[in-house]
Nanobody, 120 residues
């Protein structure tokens, strides 16, 4: 059973940074690509970043490229999303998801999400 738990969200000022964590069940990272997504109220879900199961490939959505960095710690079965130079428009619920390849679909495994609010 694949389980994903996000954490690290909160309130941050524009220009600030946050690091989100996605704790995965054992062996998930060996077999699944992991993606980060965001969803703002009234808007469609948007892909933020996705890392292949081999970690050889990492992809970023256009709106976050150059500001967000996805990494992983295999020993801790955890992926991270380092978010720098945050903007008010980055405010959303952030989810991690696991699927056979990038980008995971709505039919794959999803966490419960963590709220990020960028505001002064």
């Amino acid at each position: 059973q694949v389980q994903l738990v996000e954490s690290g969200g909160g309130l941050v000022q524009p220009g600030g940074s946050l690091r989100l964590s996605c704790a995965a069940s054992e062996n998930t990272l060996n077999y699944y690509a992991i993606g980060w997504f965001l969803q703002s109220p009234g808007k469609a879900r948007e892909g933020v970043s996705c890392m292949s199961s081999s970690a050889r490939n990492t992809y970023y959505g256009g709106s976050v490229k150059g500001r967000f960095t996805m990494t992983r710690d295999n020993a801790k079965n955890t992926l991270y999303l380092q978010m720098d130079s945050l903007k008010p428009e980055d405010t959303a619920v952030y989810y991690c998801a696991a699927g056979p390849y990038c980008w995971p679909s709505s039919d794959d495994y999803w966490g419960q999400g963590t709220q990020v609010t960028v505001s002064s």
